[in-house]
C-alpha cells in the first residue's frame, strides 16, 4: 500500500513539474538581444564594376524583444533592434567605407519544440521595417569624410528576418537564448529621387547574418 502511495504521490509530482514547465513556455515574455554580425550592401553593378570590396563586414546589432504564446509551443512576436551595416568601396588610390544605422522591427511568428526538455529549440521568421535613423562615409580610421549622406538612401525599407537556435532555463522564469539570425530587405536601400541617383542602376540589398544571444523573462 505505502509503495502504491509512493508512485502516486511521484506520479503527481511529475505532472506536477511538466505542467509548470509547459506553462512556463505560455503566456508573455519580454527580453533583450544582441548579436555581432556580418553585413554586406549588395549592388549587382557595383560587383561587375569591381569598385567594391564584397568581403563580408562586422557589424553588430542590439535591443530589446517581447511577445505572446498562444500555446506552449507557437506564439508571436516582435523586437526593437538598432543595426549597423558597413560596405568598403576600392578606388586605385583610396578606400571607404559606406556606414548604416537602422532601427529595425520585425513582426515574427515563432516556435519552439517540446518545453519539457532542459534544452529547447527555437525558431522565428516574419516581415521587417528598417527605419534608417544615419548613414555616413568614413575612411580606414573609421573617421568620417562627408558627414551624414542620409539623403542617399530611402527613410524606410522593407525586408524579413529569420532565426534558429536554443533555449535553457537559468531560473525561475529567466532563459538564455542563443542561435543564428539572418536579416536582409526585400527593397532597394538607395532614394531614386537623389540628384545624384544614376537612372537606371541596380537595386542595393541590405544583408546580415549573426550569432545572437540573450535574455527572455515569461510573465506567468
Known amino acids: 500500500m505505502k509503495q502504491v502511495i509512493l508512485s502516486s504521490v511521484l506520479f503527481i ?4 513539474t511538466i505542467s509548470t514547465t509547459a506553462k512556463a513556455q ?3 515574455y519580454v527580453g533583450v538581444q544582441g548579436a555581432p554580425q556580418l553585413s554586406v550592401m549588395f549592388n549587382e553593378d557595383d560587383v561587375k564594376a569591381n569598385g567594391s570590396d564584397y568581403k563580408s563586414k562586422f557589424s553588430q546589432t542590439y535591443g530589446v524583444t517581447g511577445g505572446y504564446n498562444f500555446t506552449s509551443r ?7 533592434m538598432y543595426s549597423t551595416s558597413k560596405q568598403r568601396y576600392t578606388a586605385p588610390h583610396a578606400s571607404y567605407t559606406q556606414q548604416f544605422s537602422y532601427v529595425k522591427v520585425p513582426l515574427l511568428f515563432t516556435y519552439n519544440s517540446n518545453p519539457e526538455s532542459k534544452v529547447v529549440f527555437t525558431a522565428k521568421a516574419g516581415p521587417q521595417v528598417g527605419l534608417l535613423v544615419k548613414s555616413k562615409i568614413t575612411n580606414a580610421d573609421d573617421a568620417s569624410l562627408n558627414g551624414d549622406n542620409k539623403d542617399k538612401y530611402r527613410d524606410m525599407v522593407f525586408g524579413a528576418t ?5 533555449r535553457v532555463r537559468l ?5 538564455l537564448h542563443g542561435g543564428v539570425r539572418f536579416d536582409g530587405s526585400f527593397s532597394n536601400i538607395e532614394n531614386k529621387d537623389h540628384h545624384g541617383y544614376t537612372s537606371g542602376r541596380a537595386k542595393t540589398y541590405d544583408l546580415n547574418t549573426g550569432i545572437e544571444f540573450g535574455l527572455k523573462y515569461f510573465l506567468n
Open 13 to 16: 509530482t511529475s505532472l506536477c
Open 26 to 28: 505560455k503566456g508573455f
Open 74 to 80: 507557437m506564439g508571436i512576436g516582435t523586437e526593437v
Open 162 to 166: 529569420a532565426g534558429a537556435g536554443a
Open 171 to 175: 531560473a525561475g522564469n529567466i532563459y
